[in-house]
């Protein structure tokens, strides 16, 4: 299995990125689920971390998780010209980096919006999203 991105699924940002990655990964690497998924809860949990303060995108990748910036920069170096080239940015120090994506994640549901629902995959999509029903364990 590829790489997974654990997004917060009631944020209209974060399900707007989901749709720019779903558009820009022409080899279809990348796979989804909610933060507020049990896929992500029971990983969560695996690992030690408290998704009720959760307030950041995340990606397990190769078995290392990313977080913010660091996250959003992996991603970007996966995905089809140009946006690898953003890459460059891990140059800038992290925290000025992770200044910059606290700010907007403090902000993302008053500047964007929130959905009252997580995202529900269309048919298209379905098989790029980790459910609970599929058994899916990264332990």
Known sequence: MGP???????CNLCNRSVDFILRHDGKENFRFASLQSEVAKDLMKNKGLD?????TIILIKNG????????????LR???????????LKLVPRF?????????????YSWFGRRDTCRIPSTKERARFLEEESGFSLV
């Open 64 to 75: 290392k998780i990313f977080y913010r910036s660091n996250a959003i920069l992996e991603i």
């Open 96 to 108: 000025v980096r992770d200044g910059l994506y606290n700010l907007v994640s403090k902000h993302r």
């Open 78 to 88: 996966q995905l089809a010209a140009p946006w690898p080239l953003f890459y460059v």
């Open 51 to 55: 998704l009720q303060n959760m307030r």
């Open 4 to 10: 997974i991105i654990f997004f917060d699924g009631v």
